[in-house]
């Protein structure tokens, strides 16, 4: 295990360890405006939802590593306390790449980038006709961390009208995630794509309690054919068999002579109720 401490570190060297391994982060494609009716457009993945009540979302554009200078995005916040955050799907990744690019401060990287600048109902910015949602905010707060090269300036964002186009809905009115291909930054130049065999559903435990791994007997918790994914499968169930679901179970599989095997198969398989009777 490489032990690394941060006030040790090159900032260059700390920033990719940080970006490496915090991932993946989401993309926010900031569409902002200057006082004189300037737009302007680029992506920050120091980004995330903290708050549904009220709604609050907060990215970070930081100083640049190089020059220590502050992002065209945080001076227009400053001087136009208004933002867009457009959300980024697979259709727009190049393009809003692009974006990123430092562009002198006045340039409208709408054009550059070949997005199409839409009117937002509450907010002065411009929305991206392209994304997939649009969230209108009033920025309640920009708190600059630091003055050198590679500071954040967390901006703290209030959503006043959120936009979402109808074909990445499912039939509740809910965003679909097996339509809207949303894409994350990775470490370096690599994104990843939450699409496809990528994407992974587990029942979150909001109203039940499971017996936890603790509760397993031994030979169970110190398997070497379990993995740590279905054990945690395993300490999910939200009770012990009976005896005579045991019994029951034993019967139905009472040709089979390798249970352990037999029972990681099944917990993949979402039989996890089966495989813990075969276990015990």
Not at 152 to 159: E, M, R, T
Not at 228 to 250: C, M, T, V, W
């Amino acid at each position: 295990m490489k032990t690394l401490i941060p006030s040790e570190l090159p900032i260059p060297k700390l920033h990719h360890y940080l970006l490496g391994a915090v991932v993946p982060r989401p993309i926010a494609f900031a569409s902002t405006i200057s006082k004189e009716g300037v737009n302007n457009l680029s992506p920050f993945s120091f980004f995330n939802v903290f708050s549904a009540n009220p709604p609050i979302l907060i990215f970070s554009p930081s100083r640049s590593g190089r020059t220590g200078e502050t992002k065209n995005t945080h001076d227009y916040i400053l001087e136009v306390p208004e933002v867009v955050i457009n959300v980024v799907n697979y259709e727009m990744v190049h393009q809003m790449s692009l974006a990123s690019s430092p562009f002198p401060k006045g340039v409208d990287e709408f054009v550059k980038s070949g997005f199409t600048p839409i009117d937002s109902h509450l907010v002065r910015p411009k929305r991206v006709k392209e994304s997939p949602v649009q969230l209108e905010c009033e920025v309640l707060e920009v708190k600059e961390l630091g003055q050198g090269g590679g500071a954040g300036n967390l901006v703290i964002c209030l959503v006043k009208c959120i936009h979402i186009k109808e074909e990445f809905l499912n039939d509740e009115g809910m965003i679909d995630q097996t339509r809207i291909d949303l894409v994350a930054r990775m470490g370096g130049n690599w994104y990843c794509r939450a699409n496809g065999e990528a994407l992974f559903e587990v029942q979150k435990p909001l109203t039940t309690i499971g017996i936890g791994i603790d509760a397993l007997p031994d030979h169970i918790k110190n398997s070497e054919n379990l993995t740590g994914n279905q054990l945690g499968k395993l300490g999910s169930l939200e009770h012990f068999p009976s005896d005579e679901e045991k019994i029951a179970i034993k019967n139905a599989y009472a040709n089979e002579s390798d249970h352990d095997t037999l029972a990681s198969d099944l917990i993949d398989q979402g039989e996890v109720f089966t495989a813990l009777c075969l276990l015990l």
